[in-house]
């Protein structure tokens, strides 16, 4: 099947969350002509790094996102604090359906349904509830999934891993994080082209697939 998809939105719990679980896939769907909406709810500014300004990763998934290809009033951004979401479960649920109504797309990626992270969960959730009659895409993001169920995979040229290293790069203020190095992006994407008979990939779980 073609990604032949006009309308994305990703629905990212925090600035990043995106271009690692999908950059790689949103490079592709705007190089084949689909339009990308993103859709960042903390810019998790109570846990930013002392010596980087409060509101630093607001600047970061600017850039980020525009690396990736995505309009600037295509990135779309909530402040709602980290680690917290689930106390917000209601208001997150309606600003997804205003997403859903502004944007009316037909593919959504969200993180896995079994993130352990409290806000990844709680997006994950919301958003299903949201889209139920949407095709609905779950991103890897390795360090928080216990279980992933590699049921989809989308197939990526160099160019889109380098375009996903690229907006990753952005991030100056995540590069302590253990997984934000190339090696593990690089060698992620290549055992995912492996499993999928590519040379590389991107993996998702299907939540659902809606077929028109």
Not at 179 to 207: C, D, M
Request: charged share 20%.
């Amino acid at each position: 099947m073609q990604l032949s998809f006009k309308k994305v939105l990703v629905l990212a719990p925090h600035t990043d969350d995106g271009e690692f679980g999908c950059g790689g896939t949103i490079s592709k769907l705007i190089e084949n002509g689909a339009e990308v909406f993103y859709a960042a709810f903390s810019a998790c500014q109570q846990s930013v790094l002392p010596g980087f300004p409060p509101d630093i990763l607001i600047t970061e998934v600017k850039a980020a996102t525009k690396i990736l290809g995505i309009e600037p009033d295509n990135l779309l951004l909530f402040d709602y604090e980290v680690r917290t979401f689930n106390y917000h479960r209601q208001p997150i649920l309606d600003d997804i359906l205003k997403l859903k109504k502004q944007i009316n797309p037909d593919l959504v990626f969200m993180p896995s349904i079994n993130d352990i992270h409290q806000d990844h969960f709680t997006i994950a959730n919301e958003g299903v509830r949201a889209f139920k009659w949407s095709t609905i895409l779950c991103y890897e993001l390795p360090w928080n999934n216990f279980n992933f169920n590699t049921s989809c995979f989308i197939s990526l040229a160099n160019n889109h891993v380098d375009k996903k290293m690229e907006a990753l790069s952005a991030y100056k203020s995540q590069m302590h994080r253990p997984y934000a190095n190339e090696e593990f992006i690089r060698g992620l994407a290549k055992t995912r082209g492996v499993q999928s008979g590519n040379n590389y990939a991107e993996t998702f779980e299907i939540i659902r697939l809606n077929i028109k």
